[in-house]
């Protein structure tokens, strides 16, 4: 789609092609031409490119993971309208811990597609904006998807995963879960590769790990702007109002 580098992309392609403005468009000089031929043409294009490598490495399926490539589903919809897709989602206020931590190494100091510098407020604000997409077009409409939760991965993930495999009509495997019998396919740049790298096992130590790494300060002003589409996600806040009661308790107490 584009979400990394400058390179061109299929995506800034088919926007080209499909574009009816201006005397060398496609659809005003190729008589007969629609944008449904364009997008088809594209998708052809995708799929020749990648069956050589599916056939060399013995698989069937491609999988799109590049968490940007949300800033374009409309077009992954428009371009693989009859994929599946798999919704994996995590409280946003730990996906802000781990974006934090992991940005000297892999992110930067600022965020991509306009979110700023990159801290605890301003990733939750991208996860809102993501999931909410993610819900208006994806799950509120009829494409096939097979939706869970980050905690309920690893907390459960033999029955994820079996769940996960009836959707794919795939055989289930007890190696499937078992993350160190092979070694990651990803490069290193890959943040998620990384992880697979130092751990030997799945574990569950990253699950409300926010209510250690953020500040008080910024719990309050992302429970203010947020709260509610955190609670719709079916996480809770009620901890956050407790610390916060606590505090003002002792402050009254002693001041």
């Not at 403005?21 to 008589?31: E, I, Q, R």
């Not at 491609?62 to 995590?90: G, Q």
């Not at 409300?208 to 429970?223: G, L």
Request: with cysteine; charged share 30%.
């Amino acid at each position: 789609m584009g979400s990394y580098g400058d390179a061109p992309s299929v995506r800034t392609l088919i926007d080209s092609f499909t574009s009816n403005k201006g005397p060398y468009s496609p659809l005003n000089t190729l008589s007969g031409l629609k944008k449904e031929d364009i997008i088809s043409s594209a998708r052809g294009f995708i799929e020749s490119l990648t069956r050589k490598h599916l056939e060399h490495v013995n698989k069937t399926r491609i999988i799109l993971k590049t968490p940007d490539d949300i800033h374009y589903l409309e077009k992954l919809l428009e371009l693989f309208p009859n994929s599946k897709y798999i919704h994996i989602y995590r409280d946003g206020r730990d996906v802000a811990c781990s974006t934090v931590g992991k940005k000297k190494d892999f992110f930067g100091e600022e965020f991509s597609k306009g979110f700023g510098p990159i801290n605890h407020y301003n990733s939750v604000k991208r996860w809102f904006i993501w999931e909410s997409k993610i819900n208006e077009m994806l799950t509120l409409n009829s494409y096939e998807t097979y939706e869970t939760t980050y905690e309920e991965l690893v907390t459960n993930t033999r029955e994820v995963i079996f769940g996960l495999c009836h959707f794919l009509h795939v055989d289930f495997e007890d190696q499937m879960i078992n993350i160190n019998s092979k070694k990651s396919i990803y490069p290193k740049y890959e943040a998620g590769s990384h992880d697979v790298e130092k751990s030997n096992d799945i574990f569950n130590n990253s699950i409300n790990q926010y209510k250690s790494k953020i500040s008080m300060k910024d719990i309050r002003k992302i429970n203010n702007d947020f709260g509610d589409f955190i609670r719709s996600k079916g996480y809770d806040t009620e901890w956050e109002k407790d610390q916060t009661n606590s505090i003002t308790k002792w402050y009254s107490k002693w001041f």
